[in-house]
């Protein structure tokens, strides 16, 4: 079954505490994305990845890392967590973009963040 | 700069159609889309439209499209209240790289029985 999968789906941790939220597709993407999702702004993308080794900021970069070493796994590192960060996080992966095609971004389950 | 915006909430009876709105300001979008979040769950894909249509019409879901005035809706026939969940618009331009969608903030609909 195509899908993209997150972990964990919960997660509640305290301010300064590193922490990695894993993504992962079976449907070989080139591009991979991350956003978050906060009431009253919908999604905003905070890293995208165009392909392995192969990343940039979004619209929401501060206070996130991201690696794509494979082109499955494309994990959220946050390295200090603070209290702002505390969100619901999206993984999403498609085959790249190309002009004049349509996008069709398939979403991971989410990651609900809590950080005290 | 790009920009979507959406109604927050939206509430009908079961039976009635919905009809939920967008606005976005890139005249360069190529696709629009419609997803549809329900509780606990990702974004799913309900229809899309490509930017020379006006209108798409998928079984009970109707996607118009004012390319003028930059305006988009979702109209759902019969509401359910398996269609309670949030809604979001979102453009492209299909394969500028940087950012694949632009999302509005959400609409949440609730169908009352």
């Known amino acids: 079954e195509a899908q993209v999968t997150q972990n964990p789906r919960y997660l509640i941790t305290v301010t300064g505490k590193k922490l990695t939220v894993t993504c992962s597709q079976n449907m070989n993407h080139e591009y991979m994305s991350w956003y978050r999702q906060d009431p009253g702004l919908g999604l905003r993308q905070i890293y995208y990845?165009?392909?392995?080794?192969?990343?940039d900021k979004g619209d929401v970069p501060e206070g996130y890392k991201v690696s794509r070493k494979e082109k499955r796994n494309f994990p959220l590192i946050l390295e200090s967590p603070s209290p702002n960060q505390t969100s619901l996080y999206f993984c999403?992966?498609?085959?790249?973009?190309?002009?004049?095609?349509?996008?069709?971004?398939?979403f991971g389950p989410g990651t609900r963040l809590l950080v005290l | 700069g790009e920009d979507v915006e959406q109604s927050l909430f939206l509430s009908v009876r079961e039976g009635d159609s919905s009809v939920i709105n967008c606005t976005y300001t890139d005249s360069s979008s190529t696709y629009l889309y419609w997803y549809k979040q329900e509780p606990g769950a990702g974004l799913q894909l309900l229809t899309y439209i490509f930017s020379n249509m006006d209108m798409k019409q998928d079984q009970r879901l109707t996607v118009l499209l004012n390319k003028k005035d930059k305006h988009l809706s979702l109209r759902i026939a019969d509401t359910q209240t398996g269609d309670s969940a949030i809604y979001f618009c979102?453009?492209?331009?299909?394969?500028?790289?940087?950012?694949?969608?632009?999302f509005g903030s959400g609409t949440r609909l609730q169908v009352q029985p």
């Open positions: 979102a453009e492209s331009m299909g394969g500028t790289g940087r950012r694949a969608l632009t």
């Open positions: 999403a992966s498609s085959f790249r973009a190309r002009t004049g095609k349509r996008e069709t971004q398939y």
């Open positions: 990845s165009m392909n392995v080794e192969v990343t």
